[in-house]
């Protein structure tokens, strides 16, 4: 699969915004969707940008959606500061964290941590979610609801995790206070997703960046860049990132949050 899709703009009122997005991610612009090739493309409409399979059983439409669906459903019910992911963050009495999360992917985990009171910084290096995940934050930013937390607690950066925390690594020497609090790690991982709905959004994903076979790599100078912790999120039963066993553990039903406390503390 290409790591490049193309976008077509089927609303005449957003073609510079597509302009805007294919020349911040190197995405080919076509006319029109007669022009289409492969399998996958990019569609920016009135609704937004969206991920789309093509034929007549194509998988998608995929898009960030901060402010409805699912993760407007697990905003308001998914347990708030208790919740099994808030837990791991270490979000305890009136402690919010700043949160590097170096696998951003939809940015529904960096959503949900933003929501509760903590600075997030997504780094995303797939150009087609990055641009997924900048369409979704710019219209989550805009929103009447949730506008005011997304302008003030959430950046997007276009990067690969490792040259992230190799810069951040670098800049820790001069100034080790600023040093990320938490770094959060959710890499792809082979069938951790079950539901037939989440099966077809996933198909697209997944194809889209496959399987993140890397991931080993980011542990370690994760944890020499975490002033407090790395929490690297694993399906039920996978084994731990780079076989290192963590701090603790929090455990979910389909989900295990592994905590690596750093020597800063907790
Ligand atoms: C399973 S998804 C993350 C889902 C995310 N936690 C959410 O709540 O939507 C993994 C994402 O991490 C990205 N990724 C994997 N390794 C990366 C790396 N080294 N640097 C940046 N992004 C990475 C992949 O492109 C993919 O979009």
Redesign the pocket.
Known sequence: MPALLPLVCTDPARHAEAAGLAARYGLPVLADIDALYGTYWLRLDATGLALLGRGADAPGPVQVDWTGGALGHRLRFGGGRGQPLARAIGLKGGACPAVA??????????CVLAALGCRVTL????PV?CALLDDGIARAAADTGIGSWVRERVQLVH????A?LQAAAQQAQAAPAQRPEVIYL????PHREQSALVKKEMRAFRAV?GD?L??DA?LAPALAVALRRVVV?RPKGAPPLAGRAPSHVIASPNTRYDVYVTLAGA
């Open positions: 999360d170096l696998t951003a992917g939809l940015g529904r985990d960096a780094v995303e290096r797939s979610v990067a690969d995790g490792s992230w959710d890499p792809m991982y960046v993140d890397d991931a980011l999120k």
